[in-house]
């Protein structure tokens, strides 16, 4: 799984057509979250791009790994990474959250193939991913199950029952990811309900815990490299990202976290991001 620096390049490439795509669609949209799909654009570059045992074409292949979205709300850079790893046409996003469409602004399973689960309710995802896990243990089989959280989702006390739950159970195919952005949507993490130390809590659970920058692509594969390599327990990555990364004027502002660009905002946005990685600015329709 290790990854060159040619192969970082191009899915750090992936990530900023992600961040692109996720900012035009929730100006299409004028409703969704933006800080929390940004900065977790270079995680999901890495999963659809890297990490996952996956084919955009038979998105049921019963031998894919799982990847559960627990913070359904930030969905958004799901539906991106997806339509650009081809599980359907890019133009599509721009139907996010509009009436009749696959997208809505909470993933629903049955309407889009290659979602694993309808979420919503904070709290539920490690339960159903620690399930999934434990299930194909019984049954003999490889696939590998990831499920991405938000930190200020350890507020719901279910995730502790899961998390206690996987530890007892051992569960060396199940990984956690908690995107540690510090934010939520009345404020700081640490002002609304104190975390840390977030890994001693999980390691208390019988967790194997790795911290890591998660907007460093290198390194976060680095650490599911790692995780693969544990097989006594499950284990957490705690990635520590920027909430909406790539546009400095709104970056680690939790006002962010439930606001969607006006259409004038969604072009500066989009000048800032291309500004910052040497493309030359153009404005979308």
């Known amino acids: 799984m290790s990854v060159t620096d040619a192969e970082t390049k191009r899915l750090e490439e992936r990530a900023e057509q992600i961040r692109e795509t996720i900012v035009e669609m929730l100006v299409a949209a004028k409703s969704g979250h933006t ?18 045992k996956h084919d955009p074409k038979h998105p049921a292949w019963p ?23 081809g599980y359907f046409p890019v133009k599509e996003c721009l139907t996010l959250r509009a009436f009749g469409s696959r997208l809505q602004g909470h ?11 309808t979420s919503g309710p904070l709290g539920e995802g490690l339960s159903q991913a620690a399930a999934m896990a434990y299930a194909f243990r019984m ?22 029952e899961a998390a206690m739950w996987a530890g007892k159970q051992k ?10 952005n510090n934010i939520q949507i009345d404020g700081m993490t640490e002002d609304v309900m104190p975390l840390e130390s977030l890994k001693a809590k999980y390691e208390a659970f019988n ?8 907007n460093d692509i290198a390194a976060f594969i680095a650490a599911v490299e790692e995780a693969d390599a544990i097989y006594e327990k499950p284990v957490c990555i705690i990635a520590h990202t920027i909430p909406g990364k790539g546009v400095p004027e709104i970056e680690f502002d939790f006002h962010w976290h439930g606001k969607p660009p006006t259409k004038e905002e969604g ?4 000048r800032e991001l291309r500004s910052l990685n040497g493309k030359v600015p153009h404005e979308y329709a």
Request: hydrophobic share 45%; proline share 5%; charged share 25%.
């Open 35 to 52: 800080a929390g799909p940004l900065g977790l654009a270079d995680i999901f570059a890495a999963f659809y791009f890297h990490i996952l």
């Open 63 to 85: 031998e894919r790994d799982r990847l559960i979205l627990s913070n359904g709300h930030v969905v958004p850079v799901r539906y991106a990474a997806m339509a650009h790893a």
């Open 107 to 117: 993933p629903e399973r049955l309407r889009l193939p290659g979602l694993e689960t």
């Open 139 to 160: 049954d003999g089989t490889k696939q590998r199950v990831f499920c991405i959280m938000g930190d200020g989702e350890q507020d719901e006390g279910m995730v502790w």
């Open 171 to 180: 569960l060396p195919n199940l990984t956690a990811v908690i995107d540690r």
């Open 207 to 214: 967790w194997h815990v790795i911290e890591v920058n998660g």
């Open 267 to 270: 072009k500066r946005f989009l």
